[in-house]
């Protein structure tokens, strides 16, 4: 069972490229979401889907897409990279538990765009 | 709009002493869930504690407390007798559950350095 897992850790773009972030989990998680995370700023939420074929716009989503064609995968397109999407970018799945909500997170992907 | 307010960017504890990180949120929600997450140079995001707005006693876990005012919106974290690897960014978030997104908003975050 390995949880949340990102790749890659770290990747640095050039402005005007485009990539996608990795996100899968292995728990059955309907939920899953993408964050970015800048200095003072705390975790932001950019896209999330609800199951497999669903998904909606965060707080922040512009400059981001997403698909989820199956339960385990959840990937992050950025479709021609800018500076300003320079951040840390986590992947979250989330679950309910005897009533409780958690949420597991995966290790994070550093990205820098020059 | 749910918000999520810290108001300490930093703070710093002696080793063994007790320190508390304030949380306050803003929301017209009835029922919600409340968190305190920890963040250590590993990037990673640790659950700390967790507290449902509908419960009135304060949630615990070991050395980490919460003191859950709801009527003030107010959700702090008291840790007792810190330790060194207690050194984080710890973040304060909130959870509607009325709606079907489990989706997270979080506070700025606090730096808590602990002191040998």
């Known amino acids: 069972n390995a949880g949340v897992t990102q790749t890659p850790k770290f990747q640095v773009l050039k402005t005007g490229q485009s990539m996608t972030l990795q996100c899968a989990q292995d728990m059955n998680h309907e939920y899953m979401s993408w964050y970015r995370q800048d200095p003072g700023m705390g975790l932001r939420l950019i896209h999330y889907?609800?199951?497999?074929?669903?998904?909606d716009q965060g707080e922040v989503p512009n400059g981001y897409n997403v698909s989820r064609s199956t339960t385990e995968d959840f990937p992050l397109r950025l479709l021609s990279a800018a500076p300003s999407q320079t951040s840390v970018y986590f992947c979250a799945s989330s679950y309910r538990d005897r009533g409780h909500y958690g949420y597991t997170f995966g290790s994070g992907t550093r990205l820098t765009v020059v | 709009a749910q918000t999520v307010t810290q108001s300490q960017p930093e703070m710093s504890v002696q080793e063994a002493e007790t320190v508390t990180l304030s949380c306050t949120y803003d929301t017209s929600e009835s029922d919600y869930y409340l968190f305190w997450y920890k963040q250590p140079p590993s990037r990673q995001m640790i659950l700390v504690i967790r507290q449902e707005a509908y419960k009135q006693q304060n949630a615990t876990e070991n050395r980490f407390s919460v003191n859950f005012q709801k009527a003030a919106k107010s959700f702090s974290l008291k840790i007792s007798d810190s330790q060194l690897g207690d050194a984080a960014m710890y973040f304060c978030?909130?959870?509607?559950?009325?709606?079907?997104?489990?989706?997270?908003?979080f506070g700025t975050g606090t730096r808590l350095t602990v002191i040998p």
């Open positions: 978030a909130y959870r509607v559950l009325q709606t079907g997104a489990n989706n997270l908003f």
């Open positions: 889907s609800v199951g497999a074929g669903i998904t």
